[in-house]
């Protein structure tokens, strides 16, 4: 439990928040403790003849002169409030906690303050400051529900360990169980339709009704549709990401409330909500979704049935994934907060504590083991050097030629040398790139469907290493080839998503700036004209053109006189890009067949995943694109592709097709655009101005706006703001 | 394991390329005998002997006389700048190398075609004694230099069966002057001959594999010997001049080339055929860094006075390396 943070909006609920605070502290005991009868006496009374008044719909202004506290916000809820916390960001309860107060507070602070004993109030009170007089913390409307949230949280002013549920099961009493409005907010509108409770406000909450054997059913019936709905295929589809994560919090947090009696009556019901929810997000292609599947999957299964195997999925570790955990480790009913912070303090001192016992435990036996061999030179003191590195060594089987590699790698039965083979691929085929030329689409075929025969270390990396290497040493070719397999029959999905990847990397190797320097090349110092790059790489009497190139500069150089000191500055050599030649090979077939679904691959039914990494993969290569010639006739196939795809349910496929329009506007030359692409980008321009404003996924919101913006950009370039 | 996190193994602080064949031996010759430039010789394959200059770290001289055949093993002479080097030509040659000389002054005609390096004694007398391996399989044969006349063949009892020399060591306990051998043989067993009684005192098999090279500590009466198997074995003399297994250590791969012990004690480095070359703490043998440098066997390793390690290789290489100096 952290303590609250100050929000700019609650100036006033700050300076009103001593009391319930103050309360809490004041009042060890928990809830009916013995010490103060009249308190709960107080809250309970005031509780009871309320509410029929609600009910009645009566003026809500009237009620506070009444009591204090709760008694004061459960006459609050009213349609006009309930709209107004509709979670439209930001608002929260900073609006609400402001212009909130009635006049008829003050009174009702005065009741407390009669009510209580006068040691038991706050100091600031007793000392009679006048700022605090009204500071009896809780408006006569509903925002006080917030209000009480966060005011019930402990602070580090006060007790760290006060338990917040307690608190707000003081200020409240039973008011869920009784009032229909307030357990519609406490209940329903809080969970669902707000996901900018923090979690300690939702421990306050959930906790508070964990409390009383009366509020627990409600916990209960809470949980099932918190399950329900994070269950549910359109709404994980549909909700961004922070608000299923606030609902699999409060998942988490009703089932460490929730003890196992309890949860067996209904466990059919939850596991059925489970199970859809576990699958609908291990299907999504977003990380971070499959991931809150993960766990929340785990904890509750552990939780429905404790006496099974228990469900286990390997994700990393991160911030979140420890913090789920954390809420989710169960504590006992009445305890609140304070026992899981507690609980929580030795999981983490631990393993310092033991680390040191064990550096000890393994420093001694060898101090003893030098001290014994009565030597008098001990002084000397060698740290040992890693040694991870020392390993069997592998009878160096590995072929020296690329030809023998292929060999290897298909017929040889000798592990070993299969896998001397495999590392030993990607240097030998940039050591010779000629022989590789002869055999390229062999050795490509034969690397993409290698299997791991045994468990050898970075297997995927060096197949993937040596793909880009074969793909880079001859593009053209086996850039067909892996295009074509892209969409053949018999691939499984990892197969094709490799693919993607080597067609992805092999075109960055190959429009870098300097990759020519790997081939033998006669040198051509001058700075070559980005205009002429094909000429440069395809004709084959390249060479014989930089030859003179070279001897006119040698020339101009020996009669320029140069007046200023030091050599001729030379900028980065400028080289033709070697992609531009076969960017098409390596974009258009990927684009022609996306929409005719095979048997075994289907991109636009359930194979989505590939389909979104397709999307990113040719916003990668139009990316890579620049300044090519083929660029614009790429950028308008692909504004194609997009706009075939641009209502795609799944957040992954639109993160990609917008991540491809701005690689198309990044690309193509800014006339282009407009002379060759008009009609296409005015319709992506609605598109996006679309997504920026509704869309459910964050970053494809965001991506959108950077669209939205280069747009923008390229407008006042082509069109002068001054023009009008 | 005594650190949470161990520092990486360092790199060589410098590469000597350019013997154009594999190193079959090396050796130091710095201090006083070096007058300066401290200088390192290596032999190769080819049969040439570099020497090489620490400081400039590039090749002084060749020297050519074994006619093309390997070179196995380097060593100078205390006095005057001289070196010995044996080839596998089947002979040892002196050297002379003072005032830039590079001539064969001496030569030794051995009987042996095995492997086994050669092993001097010698102070500052101008007499010194030379052990190489004999006419024989399994003799060891004692000669006085510079006049070359035998003093003694060390011949095992034909019973023994021991096989080959492998490597050998002569030496000198401090208090007496009773010349003593250490002698590896291919059977595994590491010998000790008394060398003017030609008597073989004690005997123990400590290897399963024949013994490529040890090296002894005369100090501690301790030494050490690696094999072509999986193990180094770490024995001691005791005061009756008995040899006693003291520990063996286990190597991750087999066959270890030649082992030294710096001349301070406290290190020693083994080089490995698995390419890598180890270094051992002399007094606890806790393993202290594994240097994979080479990209082929390690054939030798020598230390200097001051702690700079070199090792050569098959990949035709001198890695040197700079670990615990001394202070």
Known sequence: MSCQQAEPGLAGAAARRPPGGAVGQLLPGGPGGPSLPGVDGDHRGCCGPQLPADEDGAAAGQIPARGPAGSADGGAVSAADAARLHPAPGDAAGQGGGPARSPGQPPAAGELGRVLPPELLPPARRRGRPGAAGSCGLSPRWPGFLRVLRVSGPRESLCPREAAPEVLSRLLGNLVVKNKKAQFVMTRKLLFLQSRLTTPMLQSLLGHLAMDSQRRPLLLQVLKELLETWGSSSAIRHTPLPQQRHVSKAVLICLAHLGEPELRDSRDELLASMMAGVKCRLDSSLPPVRRLGMIVAEVVSARIHPEGPPLKFQYEEDELSLELLALASPQPAGDGASEAGTSLVPATAEPPAETPAEIVDGGVPQAQLAGSDSDLDSDDEFVPYDMSGDRELKSSKAPAYVRDCVEALTTSEDIERWEAALRALEGLVYRSPTATREVSVELAKVLLHLEEKTCVVGFAGLRQRALVAVTVTDPAPVADYLTSQFYALNYSLRQRMDILDVLTLAAQELSRPGCLGRTPQPGSPSPNTPCLPEAAVCQPGSAVASDWRVVVEERIRSKTRRLSKGGPRQGPAGSPSRFSSVAGHFFFPLLQRFDRPLVTFDLLGEDQLVLGRLAHTLGALMCLAVNTTVAVAMGKALLEFVWALRFHVDAYVRQGLLSAISSVLLSVPAARLLEDLTDELLEARSWLADVAEKDPDEDCRTLALRALLLLQRLKNRLLPPASP | ?327
């Open chain 2, 1 to 327: 394991m005594t650190a949470p996190c161990p520092p990486p193994p360092p790199d060589p602080q410098f590469v000597l390329r350019g013997t154009q064949s594999p190193v079959h031996a090396l050796h130091f010759c710095e201090g006083a005998q070096a007058q300066g430039c401290p200088l390192l010789f290596s032999g190769s394959q080819s049969g040439l002997v570099h020497v090489w200059s620490l400081q400039t770290r590039r090749a002084v001289t060749t020297l050519d006389g074994h006619g093309g055949q390997c070179v196995t093993w380097l060593q100078t002479l205390p006095q005057g700048r001289q070196l010995l080097s044996q080839g596998r030509d089947l002979k040892l040659c002196l050297w002379d190398l003072a005032e830039g000389r590079s001539a064969v002054v001496d030569s030794v005609c051995l009987e042996s075609v095995g492997f086994c390096r050669s092993s001097i004694l010698a102070g500052g007398q101008p007499r010194w004694m030379l052990a190489v391996p004999g006419k024989g399989s399994d003799e060891v044969q004692i000669l006085e230099m510079p006049s070359k006349t035998s003093v003694c063949a060390l011949k095992p009892k034909a019973d023994a069966k021991l096989g080959m020399p492998m490597c050998l060591r002569l030496w000198q306990a401090d208090c007496s002057s009773r010349p003593l051998l250490l002698a590896g043989y291919e059977d595994g067993s590491v010998v000790l001959w008394d060398v003017s009684e030609q008597k073989m005192c004690s005997r123990i098999a400590c290897h399963e594999e024949p013994v490529m090279d040890l090296d002894f500590d005369s100090q501690k009466a301790r030494g050490i010997s690696g094999s072509a198997g999986k193990a180094l074995a770490v024995w001691s003399l005791d005061g009756q001049q008995a040899l006693q297994v003291r520990g063996t250590h286990e190597l991750t791969n087999p066959g270890i080339a030649e082992v030294t012990i710096r001349p301070d004690r406290k290190i020693l480095a083994t080089a490995g055929w698995d390419h890598r070359i180890r270094v051992f703490h002399w007094r606890t043998m806790q393993p202290l860094a594994v240097l994979a440098f080479h990209s082929a066997a390690v054939q030798c390793v020598a230390f200097t006075a001051d702690g700079l390690l070199a090792a050569g290789s098959k990949d035709q290489r001198i890695s040197l390396w700079s670990l615990y100096p001394r202070a």
